[in-house]
């Protein structure tokens, strides 16, 4: 199975794009944040979890997205071991979800992909990128953070500096229509490879 990385820091458009790639081509898609939560809420990862960050992090029973976000996005050395929880749980589930696939190629969308190490073992990656102050303003728009939120976040992520030299595929998200367009010959490039293969 080809796996492909689409990735891009917070209010990039991975999630817009990665929905495109779904609905235009069918390719199916793992969504690594929403699975990631799900996995946070099975009895394996509760206990290092709440080791980890205390009993609040679970409220009636179901992980506390807030509280475990306010603390983790102000401490790096929480953030990183949460990321050691949580990541190698995430990479053995996509493993099985790819098992259960059929299709010329899936999509792994992840927030962390090259910060962790996760994009050596995937085919190819798609970094998606906007400026910096439009991704805020989209995350603004789209729900009830505060700019402090989405900064603290930012600076847990690697700017597309660092990140443009080590992807395969780059859409620049400005406006959606072109970024469509992109994402279309970034499908056409894959498969073709994978018939030149
Ligand atoms: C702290 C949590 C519970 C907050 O949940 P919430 O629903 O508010 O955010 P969600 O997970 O949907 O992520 C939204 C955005 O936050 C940013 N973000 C999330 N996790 C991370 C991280 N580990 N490092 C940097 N940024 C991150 C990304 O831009 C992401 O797209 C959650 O983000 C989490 O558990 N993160 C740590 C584990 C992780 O890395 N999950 C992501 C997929 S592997
Ligand atoms: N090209 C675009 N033009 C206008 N709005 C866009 C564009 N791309 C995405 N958006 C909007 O911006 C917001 C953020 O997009 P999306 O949720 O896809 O980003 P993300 O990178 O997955 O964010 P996060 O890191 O928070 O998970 C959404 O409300 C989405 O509809």
Redesign the pocket.
């Known amino acids: 199975m080809i796996t492909v990385g689409i990735t ?12 495109y790639f779904s609905s235009e081509f069918g390719i199916p898609v793992y969504y690594a ?1 929403i699975e990631a939560k799900a996995l946070m809420n099975t009895e394996a990862l509760r206990k290092p979890i709440i080791r980890l960050l205390g009993k609040a992090s679970y409220r009636g029973g179901e992980l506390d997205r807030k509280y475990v976000a306010d603390k983790v996005f102000k401490d790096k050395d929480l953030l990183e071991k949460l990321n050691q929880i949580v990541h190698p749980a995430v990479g053995k589930h996509f493993k099985n979800w790819c098992a259960q696939q059929d299709a010329p190629y899936v999509l792994k ?1 992840a ?1 962390i992909l090259f910060e962790n190490g996760t994009a050596s073992g995937l085919d190819y990656t798609i970094l ?1 990128t ?1 400026p910096k102050k439009m ?1 805020i303003h ?2 603004l ?2 729900d009830d953070s505060t700019v402090e939120d989405i900064e603290n ?1 930012m600076n847990k992520q690697w700017n597309d500096a660092k990140k443009i030299p080590l992807a395969d595929f780059i859409i620049e ?4 229509d072109n ?1 469509k367009l992109q994402a279309k010959n970034i499908h056409r490039q894959i498969l073709r490879d994978r018939v030149n293969t």
């Open positions: 891009g820091g917070i209010g990039s458009g991975k999630t817009t794009i990665a929905k944040d969308e927030a998606i906007a991704r989209r995350v728009e789209r976040r998200n400005i406006e959606l970024s």
